[in-house]
């Protein structure tokens, strides 16, 4: 299957097979102790692990058509998703995204910001992981669930129906996943249900808005369907829907959380932020997406690829799941474990001079699979950040920094304690 075969961490296990305390921990310890490159078995699958500069360069640049970031998604994800979420689809994430859809999204953004602090009042306390979430529900029911989904009691139906098809479960509870299996997916399943009655409302109120009304994207994923008969079409346009929102906002959410930690821990970054300087602000999103990272980034080998590692270069077989862990790699040159804004210059990293590769340190991805969506996500968490900041005094609950759920193996870490903050308006 790899030739050569490469070192293999016989007793190594993945949390959806095993129990294990730390799933980054785990992996670290792997790398001691069988070097930069090494296999993984979990369940059926073989895991080709690699942190060498040249390795992870390499990975990068691997060609979808042979070595699939797709299908590397769909496999981990439906672990907790219903297979149909995946199957047909008409309309991708990845047509989220253009100059004028982004700015509609950010428009959105504004009008979920008025919401929440409508609904937070003039003083409290929250969790800022659970108010995270809550604006990326707004915003991205707003954005693509059609006239109605980001609002009342249509938007809490949806949000609740979207909080039990949170995907993120499978790679941040992937303890959790075999009961998930163990159930036929019977919750997520008749939340779907709730999701595509939803959409029918909205695509029968979608006829009484005009071309301007801010649904233009939820009117072209149903335009796709037109050729459909009614029950086909609604339930097809749905299933869009709800992949596009499962797929889009969990980093996002949890980026922002991280985000607002960062900030109330550095008092003097807070007041440039409240000032409204752009430039500072973008700097430290990025800083806290690089150190809040705790992503796998995997390629499910469709057809024989080389992997060149530097020492030596692999002849990987169809099956074989390759990967990098950025939890690693983010961290491991001196001086990367510590939170300093500066170090980014633009959305680049202004000296890579002390890594062994410019990819070892990873935010929003590299190669063709770069995030499509990282101008609207540093955006986003730009003016939320600016605007919560504006508008209410923040004073954070805790007294020692909150830390990753320990399990968690992908995406952006959630936090394993509550991260709540008493808030005053200012003005
Ligand atoms: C702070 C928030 C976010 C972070 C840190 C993030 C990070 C990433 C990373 C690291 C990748 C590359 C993964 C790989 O190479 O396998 C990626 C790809 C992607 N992201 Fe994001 N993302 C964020 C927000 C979003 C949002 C809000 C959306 C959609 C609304 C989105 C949609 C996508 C899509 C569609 C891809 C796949 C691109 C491709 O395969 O060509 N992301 N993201």
Redesign the pocket.
Known sequence: MIEPPPPHAEAVGLPWDIEVDDAVEVLADARRTYGDTFTVHSGDDTYLFTFSPIGVASF?DLP?ESAS??V??FLMLRRKLPDEIFLGRRT???D??TRSSTAG?LAHLDDALDATFVELGPSGEVDLFALGRRI?QRV?LASWGGPGAGEGERFHRLASAFEVLDASDAFVHPDAMAAVAASNKAEERAALEVVIDEIGTAIDALGDTDDDDGHGLFRSIVEAWADEPAPIAVRGAALDVAL?HI???S??????GWFLVDLLEHPGLMAEVRSGAREPTERA?LES?RL??R?I???HVLQPVLLDVGETVYRVGSGVTIATL?PLTNVEVPGYDEFRPERWQGRRLADVSDLGARELV?????????????P???A??VRTAFRLLDTYHLEPGWSVRPTPVRTQIG??ARSAEPCTVRYVLRH
């Open positions: 990068y979808e970031k797709g590397a998604d991708l994430p990845h989220l995204f999204y990326g991205g596009a797929a889009s906002m980093n996002l959410v949890a980026a922002l999103a997406v809040a990272q992503s980034i995997s390629r950025l990873t935010t929003f991805g590299h190669g063709s699979h770069l995030c499509p969506a990282q609207f996500a540093l986003a968490m995406g952006v």
